[in-house]
């Protein structure tokens, strides 16, 4: 049985089918990349997920159990995290606090008297305890998507779903932080579902890719049979 999967996932925005009758599959303990070209569903099946859209039809299995409608809180207290394309940190808060407020949707909570030494554990896990003290809004792009992570990780998910983390990174900085995401499926056995435009990171990290294009599963496998795949190359890749 896969960690996650979704069945007939369909989400209209007014005219446009966001996502029209999707399938997929997360196995447990693997990194799985969603790739397609702008528009093409991605960040709206994070949504439909997490509980921020309902779908129109469909449903959602986590751990086999039908979570499709739950609140995203209870979701999130489930053990699926995810992260924002657009990042979303409390602008006025201090990067402790920000992971402070999303281990409050952890189900084995650290709040208490030692809340403080806990989420600087996730800041330094992504290497931001520096900035624990510092407001986020003075945070540039890379360190919102650590941040972003760091929240994540707080709430203690089982999966993670990264929407796009790796913006603003140079080539030898992707490298990195793909050596990083397979660290969290490896040390903190986490199940993960990445998003990412940059193939090469995706190429290097999961072992299935899912090509979404107009709101339609195209096709998924491999990734070294999805980058050959006529139909990925002709939507999304191009020659
Ligand atoms: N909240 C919303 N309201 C209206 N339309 C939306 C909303 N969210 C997404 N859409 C539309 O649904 C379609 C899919 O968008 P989505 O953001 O899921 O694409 P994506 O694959 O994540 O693209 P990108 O690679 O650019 O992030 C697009 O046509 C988008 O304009
Ligand atoms: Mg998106």
């Known amino acids: 049985m ?3 999967e979704g069945q007939g996932l369909s989400k209209r925005f007014g005219g446009v089918a966001a996502l029209d009758g999707v399938n997929f599959a997360v196995e447990q303990g693997t990194i799985v990349g969603l790739i397609g070209p702008n528009g093409a569903g991605k960040t709206t099946l994070f949504n439909v997920v997490a509980g921020m859209f309902r779908p129109d039809s469909g449903r959602v299995l986590f751990r086999g159990e039908d979570v499709t409608n739950l609140p995203a809180n209870t979701i999130c207290r489930m053990g699926i995290a995810r992260t924002f394309q657009v990042t979303r940190p409390f602008l006025k808060m201090t990067c402790l606090e920000n992971v402070a407020v999303a281990m409050i949707n952890s189900p084995r909570s650290e709040h208490g008297r030692d809340w403080r030494r806990a989420a600087r554990t996730y800041l330094d896990y992504v290497e931001l305890g520096h900035l624990a003290s510092t407001e986020a809004r003075y945070l540039n792009v890379v360190q919102k998507k650590r941040l ?31 050596e990083f995401v397979k660290r969290l499926r490896d040390e903190r ?51």
């Open 2 to 4: 896969a960690l996650l």
């Open 148 to 178: 972003e992570i760091a929240r994540a990780l707080a709430t203690k998910p089982e999966l993670v779903m990264l929407d796009e983390v790796l913006g603003g990174l140079n080539t030898q900085e992707i490298g990195r932080a793909v």
């Open 189 to 239: 056995k986490l199940t993960i579902c990445w998003i990412e435009h940059v193939m090469g990171a995706i190429m290097g990290a999961a072992e299935k890719v899912i090509v979404l294009d107009q709101g339609k599963h195209l096709m998924e496998g491999p990734p070294d049979a999805v980058v050959k795949d006529q139909r990925v190359i002709q939507a999304y890749l191009g020659d």
